[in-house]
């Protein structure tokens, strides 16, 4: 019998603006640190308004980290220290090993109406693997598995796998799974997932119920009752739903349907030390990594 993972927190994304200014919402940050280990951050860029991106992410450094951007509308383009260049287009993404480092920018287009919506993830490296070297892959949108399942259900695999389908990005340290879910109304989703490992959804369309044995009114957010001021208790979009440990997890999508991009991973469970795009284990590992960015000795790499 499937032991359900229940929702041990709601959190709900935060404004914030990054890089040379651009305006998005923070699922979760620096100050959640240990609690969703092996993943450091979740970043929502979505705006019909250029101003608000087209400054994007100037050239900088990333070191002990991986940073996973996917696209849903308009463009990012990026190039970095190893020569890589390119374009990530709607449905397509972005799974940057930093290891030892690297230096890249990361400039958003929007598409013809001016749209840009797209997801920043990091997940910390371990130790072992900190300065590991550098490792990138561009996954078009052609090589992301679509899953069409009974009822309407649809997930696109892009880390993981479902009913025997693996996604594209594999051989990744902290064995993460990372799947775009698409629930119809009313109908349930239900999920194997791997017991002690972090597992986390984020609502991006629609809503639902990501425990039904729990009223999600009773949620605690950020330190404030969870309650939609219509009174509709289910889970909102722009909101993210952290689960306690278990084996599966099942959602039930409201009369609207939902749409979530669910994470899992294993945690790590070392000490953090992060300050801006780099995060190693020390205060001094920091230091020195910054040193050697002053210096021009930060990338390692051929």
């Not at 959640?32 to 705006?47: K, M």
């Not at 796998?161 to 064995?175: K, L, Q, Y």
């Amino acid at each position: 019998m499937a032991n359900l993972r229940r929702v041990r927190k709601v959190m709900r994304s935060m404004p914030t603006i990054e890089g040379a200014g651009v305006h998005l919402k923070r699922a979760f940050g620096f100050q959640h640190v240990p609690e969703l280990d092996p993943f450091l951050l979740l970043d929502d860029f979505h705006s019909g308004k250029p101003e608000e991106y087209i400054m994007g992410f100037p050239w900088h450094p990333h070191r002990g980290i991986e940073t996973i951007t996917y696209v849903l509308q308009g463009e990012v383009r990026h190039e970095d220290s190893m020569g890589n260049k390119g374009v990530i287009r709607p449905g397509e993404l972005q799974w940057m090993t930093a290891g030892s480092g690297i230096i890249h920018q990361e400039m958003p287009e929007g598409d013809e109406s001016g749209t840009l919506w797209g997801f920043q993830l990091w997940a910390n490296l371990p130790a072992s693997h900190k300065m590991m070297n550098p490792r990138y892959q561009e996954i078009k949108s052609n090589r992301v598995p679509e899953l069409f399942m009974e009822k309407g259900l649809k997930v696109r695999i892009i880390c993981g796998e479902v009913n025997g389908i693996e996604g594209p990005v594999r051989e990744i340290i902290t064995n993460p799974e990372y799947l775009d879910v698409t629930v119809p109304p009313e109908e349930k989703f239900f999920h194997l997932t791997v017991p002690g490992y972090t597992v986390f959804a984020y609502v991006i369309e629609g809503s639902g119920h990501f425990d039904r044995e729990k009223d999600p009114c009773a949620f605690e957010v950020e330190g404030e009752r969870y309650l939609d001021p219509a009174g509709d208790c289910v889970i909102k979009k722009e909101t993210l739903v952290l689960y306690g440990d278990g084996d599966s997890i099942e959602v039930t999508a409201g009369d609207r349907g939902v749409r979530f991009l669910l994470v899992a991973g294993k945690p790590i469970g070392e000490p953090v030390a992060w300050y801006g795009p780099i995060v190693m284990n020390t205060q001094e590992e920091l230091k020195t990594a910054f040193e050697e960015y002053r210096r021009g000795t930060f990338i390692k790499h051929p």
